[in-house]
């Protein structure tokens, strides 16, 4: 099985009947001395209230060709993002035109929107469309290709109802969520589930620490938000693992915690500056450990240093093992790549290092990944 993006293209129609049912479900008594009491927001409890109080803070974001953006205000380009998604192209009658479909969230009343890089690409004009039927015109702010966040602002319609974020740092593995977006643009769709893990790593990069879910997630549920039982936003769905296309259960969604840092600075800045030191990252696993004469496989170990880049300026070498950065602890190189990036550019941070046996102390100045 292989990792896909959940971005993908608008499909207009389908093959196939479509069966809808009603189903009525209940929970039998269960009668014991000392029954556990299941809590009203568990996976038990109707999230009818729940979904009804932030549908409306949900939105559907469309990419259109170009003749249809020119007529909201403005062209925008495509790149090879279309051949990673899974799904269909939109009909369409001119060539090489094709429209893309994800979702979004509010979070901030002037209209402010939350999506997936991979759901804008590198357009500028984006059309929004609510819960209630209106679409407006959306303007990119900025993107982050490495968490794969974008903020998009509404042009116009006044006051908008803004989600609240949630804590993606404490939510457990067994806690119930539910995910509201529009699956093959069917808009405001509401699929529910547990967190079935947490600190996935899909290999997309050092900001790999997705959500694992089980809710439904599907082609156009790109971008849109992961809400914990309380109705707050734990994450933002993003990709799924899947043979065929569609949705098996597998689902993976950026924390809360790092998709509202990086929309919060694309919102001010557009764009993110993160710190850099110059260096190849290598892992401290049990034979390098044993061969640099180490009682532990943990740090990370530098593999190269850029010339005249700053952790060389700082006088790091080549088979330096680093176990501390700026105060925190480092198990392996992916925690070491997360804490020069979250490192103030310029700033200048303690480090210790691992040289042939002893353990040496040095001050490092954070560069910038900014071109």
Aim: glycine share 12%.
């Amino acid at each position: 099985m292989a990792a896909v993006l959940v971005g993908g293209a608008a499909v207009m129609g389908a093959t196939g009947a479509a069966a809808f049912e009603n189903e009525q479900y209940s929970v039998p008594a269960v009668i014991a001395p000392q029954a556990a009491a299941v809590p009203q927001a568990g996976t038990h409890a109707s999230l009818a209230d729940m979904v009804e109080a932030v549908g409306a803070s949900v939105v559907q974001i469309q990419v259109k060709p170009e003749h249809q953006a020119q007529r909201m205000g403005g062209a925008f380009s495509r790149d090879e993002r279309m051949r990673r998604f899974f799904g269909s192209p939109m009909p369409e009658r001119q060539p090489h035109q094709r429209a893309s479909l994800g979702s979004g969230f509010i979070i901030d009343a002037s209209g402010l929107v939350v999506t997936n890089n991979h759901v804008v690409a590198d357009a500028s004009v984006v059309s929004v469309q609510l819960s209630d039927g209106r679409e407006l015109s959306g303007r990119v702010l900025g993107r982050d290709p490495k968490t794969d966040v974008a903020v998009v602002r509404i042009e116009g319609g006044g006051a908008f109802p803004a989600v609240r974020w949630g804590d993606s740092d404490r939510i457990r593995v067994g806690d119930s969520v539910f995910a509201v977006g529009s699956p093959f643009g069917l808009g405001n769709t509401v699929t529910s589930g547990i967190v079935s893990a947490r600190s996935r790593e899909l290999g997309a990069g050092p900001y790999d620490d997705f959500l694992q879910v089980d809710a439904a997630i599907n082609s156009g549920n790109s971008g849109g938000p992961l809400f914990d039982a309380n109705g707050r936003v734990v994450g933002v769905n993003t990709a799924i693992f899947s043979p065929s296309g569609g949705n098996v259960g597998i689902g993976f969604a950026i924390p809360a915690r790092l998709a509202h840092e990086v929309a919060m600075q694309l919102a001010e800045h557009g764009s993110i500056a993160r710190g850099r030191i110059g260096v190849a990252l290598q892992d401290v696993t049990l034979d390098v450990a044993a061969s640099l004469g180490l009682t532990e496989a943990e740090g990370a170990l530098i593999a190269e240093v850029e010339r005249d880049g700053p952790a060389a300026l700082s006088g790091v070498r080549p088979g330096d093992v680093i176990r501390r950065f700026d105060g925190k602890a480092i198990e392996d190189g992916t925690d070491l790549a997360r804490a020069v990036a979250d490192a103030a550019v310029g700033s200048t941070v303690q480090m210790e290092v691992l040289r042939d046996g002893r353990r040496l102390n040095a001050r490092l100045r954070i560069g910038t990944d900014a071109a």
